[in-house]
C-alpha cells in the first residue's frame, strides 16, 4: 500500500534549524511531483514547496531563500531543509504528492523560544 511517512519535526528556537523527512513508497516516487505542504492553527494549509521528478524546485515566497526541498529519487526520500525559522513557521508539516492527493500523517514544527 502506498504510503508517505514523514519524521524530523520538533521544537527549534527562532534563527534555528530543522530538517524534515519523508520515505515514500517507490512506486509514487518514480513519477510524480512530491511537495512539502503545512497547516498553522487556525489557518488554511498552504503549499510550501514542491519538486519534479527531474528536481526542479518552486517555493512559496514565504519562504524563499530558507527552505531547501531536497528530492533522492535512489532512495525515493524527500527532505525539505529549514533554515533560519521564525515563529510564523510554527506549523504540521505534510509531505504531499499532489497530483493523486495523497499526504502523510504530518509532523510538528513549533519555533519558539
Known amino acids: 500500500q502506498a504510503q508517505l511517512v514523514e519524521s524530523g519535526g520538533g521544537l527549534v528556537q527562532p534563527g534555528g534549524s530543522l530538517r524534515l523527512s519523508c520515505a515514500a513508497s517507490?512506486?509514487?516516487?518514480?513519477?510524480?511531483?512530491m511537495g512539502w505542504y503545512r497547516q498553522a492553527p487556525g489557518k488554511q494549509r498552504e503549499r510550501v514547496a514542491t519538486i519534479s521528478v527531474s528536481r526542479n524546485p518552486n517555493y512559496a515566497d514565504s519562504v524563499k531563500g530558507r527552505f531547501t526541498i531536497i528530492r533522492d529519487n535512489d532512495n525515493s526520500r524527500l527532505y525539505l531543509q529549514m533554515n533560519n525559522l521564525t515563529p510564523e513557521d510554527t506549523a504540521v508539516y505534510y509531505c504531499?504528492?499532489?497530483?493523486?492527493?495523497?499526504w502523510g500523517q504530518g509532523t510538528q514544527v513549533t519555533v519558539s523560544s
Open positions: 504531499v504528492v499532489p497530483n493523486l492527493s495523497m
Open positions: 517507490n512506486d509514487i516516487f518514480a513519477h510524480y511531483i
